[in-house]
């Protein structure tokens, strides 16, 4: 992938999906601004038209609905006969609805796994034979900390992002003999429509720039060097890494004391 003379994204064909609002749509400005070429995708029009307007020329919309496989085959293909190979693509589109005891149900546990998880495994499945034919180019899959370990209220989507990161550490020895770069994309709490639902106090919540600013320097050290999971904001990520080794004797009481569950 070439770079710029400042080492930004010069000219290089990036894909977002869930680029009509939140970290997807204020990335996809990030890198335009920086040179890339960036195709957006999401299901809403209104919104992918109004975000293409901010850098003009540098973008170009893509409307999808990530749980289509079919649509997603097709939509990487236009893509690239529109704008040429694509060198970097960040599979981001996702959503969030609480579920706990009280409102438990398989068709809520379902619609997030359909578009979080197998949202992920569509472009996946399209864009991997390209890559490996080519025998290059990267990839990063937004998961989530909430994946990490187990949350009250995350019943149906801390799974959706605990299979992602599942699926990364799979795929990456693989990926990397392919001469394909897979990172994992672990965000802690970001300001952006989704997170505005939340009415519980969200610690170290970061603006929506700087998750940009964070994702997009993660992904190019992800060139240069091994850099595999990108986790922002990194004072709170780091607590949650830490968190993710204990036994379940400390965890449970420090959940309880930290969330009031
Ligand atoms: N914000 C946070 O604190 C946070 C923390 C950890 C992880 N994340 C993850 O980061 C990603 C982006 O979240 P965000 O906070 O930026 O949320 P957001 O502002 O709600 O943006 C989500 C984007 O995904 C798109 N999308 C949803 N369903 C889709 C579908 N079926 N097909 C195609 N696009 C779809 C939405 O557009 P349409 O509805 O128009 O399709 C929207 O553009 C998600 O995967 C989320 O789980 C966020």
């Keep these: 992938m070439s ?13 977002i999906t869930g680029a009509g609002s939140g970290i997807g749509r204020a990335l996809a400005i990030h890198l335009a601004n920086a040179g890339a070429r960036v195709a957006l995708s999401a299901r809403t029009v209104e919104d992918l038209t109004a975000a293409v307007q901010i850098v003009p020329g540098r973008m170009r919309m893509f409307p999808l609905d990530v749980t289509d496989r079919k649509a997603t085959a097709a939509t990487v293909a236009a893509i690239e006969s529109g704008l040429g190979p694509i060198d970097r693509a960040v599979l981001n589109a996702g959503t969030h ?7 438990f149900s398989a068709d809520t546990a379902r619609r997030l796994m359909e578009v979080n998880y197998m949202g992920v495994v569509h472009g996946l499945e ?3 034979p390209r890559m490996r034919a080519r025998g290059r180019g990267q990839l990063a899959v937004v ?7 187990g949350l009250p209220t995350a019943a149906a989507y801390g799974p959706t992002k605990a299979a992602l990161i599942n699926l990364c550490e799979s795929l990456k020895p693989d990926c990397d003999r392919a001469g394909i770069r897979l990172q994992l994309v672990c965000p802690g709490f970001v300001d952006t429509p989704l997170t505005a639902r939340n009415s519980f106090r969200m610690p170290d919540l970061m603006p929506v720039e700087d998750a940009a600013r964070e994702l997009a320097d993660g992904l190019d050290r992800g060139l240069d060097g091994d850099r595999f999971e990108i986790a922002f904001p990194r004072r709170f990520t ?3 890494k830490l968190a993710r080794c204990l036994p379940y004797r400390l965890y449970f009481p420090l959940v309880r004391k930290a969330t009031g569950a």
């Design 3 to 15: 770079k710029g003379s400042d080492g930004g994204p010069q000219g290089v064909v990036t894909w």
């Design 97 to 103: 609805s609480p579920m706990s005891l009280e409102d």
């Design 126 to 128: 399209a864009l991997l």
């Design 143 to 149: 998961a989530s900390v909430a994946g990490y370990r």
């Design 238 to 240: 780091r607590k949650l």
